[in-house]
Structure formats: structure tokens, C-alpha cells
């Protein structure tokens, strides 16, 4: 099942299950409890980010020939870092490359993990039934600004550096260890490596973090990019006004952004 969030036509919000191309049955009460949906159809005007998250944990350096190419060693457990949800942006919402520092704006595919219930210290044995389903997403980051400030919440926390989306996939219908997960840059492909290269499953992930924190429903995990980001290219390959950005998540679908630039 396809789960969106969307507007329609006379700029009404909505949530509902994606039927088709351009409709959705709307959604009967709670996305986390059980979900209805209406037998009705409404029209979609457009996508919206799939899912409202209280909080968005991401994952660096999962897969291995992404820390090798990077030059950077594998980390003895997961490397968590958190964006804001202000970063969050639709699908063929623009990437907007920020004035304050528009030079190194690079791409990173990842699969995200929704959350569907309150998850805390959960073991890895029963961490996916805490996963509502499956997205794509864009950890787009600002290189210069990873390096200048020795952390990562500016670099990766400028508005619309977390394009999500088209839809959430429902967690029965996605093998998470095992799915294809693709960047393209104006059709050229970029990034193509399996889940099954991750460092750490999904389940492992869900089950850490549950460990340090309360994950509430809706909750987003970023698990990590593969290897052929921009950075680690010869010449490096950033986002440039007028680019097109695609990550394409196999049983999911394709995140598509264009890219313009904070004066457009």
C-alpha cells in the first residue's frame, strides 16, 4: 500500500492511500492506528513530503565503499546525526542551494524508515514491528560547511536539504535488506548499490536508537548512502541551479527534485 500526503485542487491537505496515478482515498482516523481509508476518490494536485516526523535520525558512513571512498573509517556503531524538520521538502519541491554557502552541495540516496508506533529499547529481534513502511529520501548536504564546522547540523540542516518522497510504502511490501538504491544527476546515474551492502540492517538501527531515544510514531531514520556521492569524484560533481536530482528506492519509486538557487 502507497501512503501519501498531498493537496487538492481547491488546496485542501489530505492523507490517504494511492489507488492510481493522480487520486487518493482518503484516510479515515488515525495513519497509526489501525488506518481506513474512504471508498472515494479525491484529485491530487500535488505531493506533499509523505509524512509529518517529530524527529528525523540519520545514519553516516553505512555503507562501506561510501567510507572508503571518502577516505573516512568505519565506525564501530552507528554514527547518528539528527536534521530539523524545516529540511524537509516534497517531491518536485526545488533543492534550494543556500547563499551562505553555495559551492559544495552534494547528493546522498538513502532508504528511510518510517516509524509506526512508540518504539523504546526494542531488540533487534522485534525492531521491524515498530516499522510502519518505507521512503525515499535525499540527505543532501553542504560539504564545505561538514568540513568547516566539525559537525554536521548546519551542512545537512539548510531548508529543503531532506527531499521525501513520493510516497510511504507500507512495510509488507518492501524487503528493506534488500532493495536497490539508486541516485541519478540529470539522467546520469550516480549511486547504485543494494541494502543488503549497509554496515547495519534497518533492524539494527531501529533497535539502537530505540536505545537512546523515544521513537514516536512517524518517526524518521535516514540508514545511509552509498558509494559515488559528488565529493568523492575526480572532478568532484556538486548541485548546480537548473540540475535535476533523482533517488529511485527498488519496490519503492522515485524521488525526483530540480535545484535552483537562494535568489530564485
Given at each position: 500500500m502507497k501512503i501519501v500526503r498531498f493537496v487538492t485542487p481547491d488546496n485542501h491537505v489530505g492523507i490517504g492511500r494511492l489507488p492510481r496515478p493522480g487520486a487518493a482515498?482518503?484516510?479515515?482516523?488515525?495513519?497509526?492506528d489501525q488506518p481506513r481509508f474512504a471508498d472515494t476518490e479525491v484529485s491530487i494536485a500535488r505531493l506533499l513530503p509523505p509524512i509529518e516526523p517529530p524527529n528525523i535520525f540519520c545514519i553516516g558512513r553505512?555503507?562501506?565503499a561510501h567510507a572508503a571512498e571518502t577516505g573516512s573509517a568505519l565506525p564501530e556503531k552507528p554514527m547518528v546525526f539528527m536534521k530539523p524538520t524545516t529540511a524537509?521538502?516534497?517531491p518536485d519541491e526545488p533543492i534550494v542551494i543556500p547563499a551562505a554557502a553555495p559551492g559544495e552541495v552534494d547528493f546522498e540516496a538513502e532508504l528511510a524508515i518510517v516509524i509506526g508506533r512508540r518504539a523504546r529499547r526494542v531488540s533487534e529481534a522485534e525492531a521491524l514491528d515498530y516499522v510502519f513502511g518505507y521512503t525515499c529520501a535525499n540527505d543532501v548536504s553542504a560539504r564545505d560547511c561538514q568540513r568547516s564546522d566539525k559537525q554536521w547540523a548546519r551542512a545537512k540542516g539548510f531548508d529543503t536539504f531532506c527531499p521525501l518522497g513520493p510516497w510511504v510504502v507500507t512495510a509488507d511490501e518492501l524487503d528493506p535488506d534488500a532493495c536497490l538504491v539508486r541516485s541519478r544527476l540529470n539522467g546520469q546515474v550516480m549511486?547504485?548499490?543494494s541494502t543488503s551492502d549497509m554496515v547495519h540492517s534497518c533492524r539494527a538501527l531501529v533497535s539502537y536508537l530505540s536505545q537512546a531515544f523515544t521513537l514516536l510514531p512517524g518517526t524518521l531514520i535516514l540508514t545511509g548512502t552509498p558509494e559515488g556521492v559528488g565529493m568523492a569524484r575526480t572532478p568532484p560533481v556538486f548541485l548546480r541551479p537548473g540540475d535535476r536530482i533523482e533517488v529511485e528506492i527498488e519496490g519503492v519509486g522515485v524521488l525526483s527534485n530540480p535545484v535552483v538557487s537562494d535568489a530564485a
Open positions: 482515498q482518503p484516510l479515515l482516523g488515525s495513519l497509526f553505512n555503507y562501506r524537509l521538502a516534497a549511486q547504485s548499490a
